[in-house]
C-alpha cells in the first residue's frame, strides 16, 4: 500500500489520500501507479467523463472521479469480463463510484472520520462550478490504459 505524508498536506488530506488509495486499490483490480498528488484550486473543472457525489458527515464537500470512457470501458471488462456500452457503463462509473466512496469511508472511520455519500451524477461533457475551500487532487496511472483523476473539493468540516 501507498502511504503518502508530505508537510503541505493536513492530517485529514492525509487520512483522505491515504483512504482512496488503498480502496481504490482493493475495488480495481487492475495495477495502477499514483502519478501525482496535490492541492488544487481550480474554479471551473471540466469533465469529458465523470462521476460526482456529495459527502456529508465529518467531511463536507464532493469527490469527482474523471477519465476517459475507455478507461472506464478497460476497467469494466477486467471486473465484469464483458465490454459495457452506453447505459450499462453509465451506470458502472457510478457503481464504481460508490465501491470507491463506500471503500473511503470504511477506510477512514478506523481514524474516527466519518463519512456519508450521496448517490452518484454521471457526468458527460459537463462543467463544474467549484465552489470549495481545499482541493485535493490524485492522479492515477494505469499503464496503457490511461489515468484516473479523483478529485476532493472539501469544505469546513466544523
Not at 2 to 19: H, M, P, Q, R, V
Not at 77 to 84: D, I, K, N, S, V
Not at 138 to 146: C, E, K, N, P, V
Amino acid at each position: 500500500m501507498t502511504t503518502i505524508s508530505l508537510e503541505s498536506f493536513t492530517k485529514l488530506d492525509e487520512d483522505l489520500i491515504n483512504g482512496i488509495i488503498l480502496s481504490l486499490n482493493t475495488v480495481v483490480p487492475i495495477q495502477n501507479k499514483i502519478d501525482n498528488i496535490h492541492m488544487t484550486d481550480y474554479q471551473h473543472l471540466d469533465f469529458p467523463c465523470a462521476v460526482l457525489l456529495s459527502l456529508t458527515g465529518d467531511v463536507k464537500g464532493k469527490m469527482v472521479l474523471a477519465g476517459d470512457t475507455s478507461l472506464f470501458q478497460h476497467i469494466a471488462q477486467t471486473m465484469f469480463g464483458m465490454p459495457l456500452e452506453g447505459e450499462m457503463l453509465s451506470s458502472f462509473r457510478g457503481e464504481l463510484a460508490n465501491m470507491i466512496a463506500g471503500g473511503l469511508a470504511t477506510n477512514v472511520a478506523n481514524k474516527e472520520i466519518y463519512i456519508d455519500i450521496t448517490s452518484p451524477t454521471i457526468m458527460d461533457g459537463e462543467t463544474i462550478k467549484a465552489d470549495y475551500q481545499r482541493g485535493l487532487q490524485i492522479t492515477t496511472a494505469f499503464d496503457q490504459i490511461g489515468n484516473l483523476e479523483i478529485y476532493m473539493l472539501l469544505n469546513d468540516s466544523n
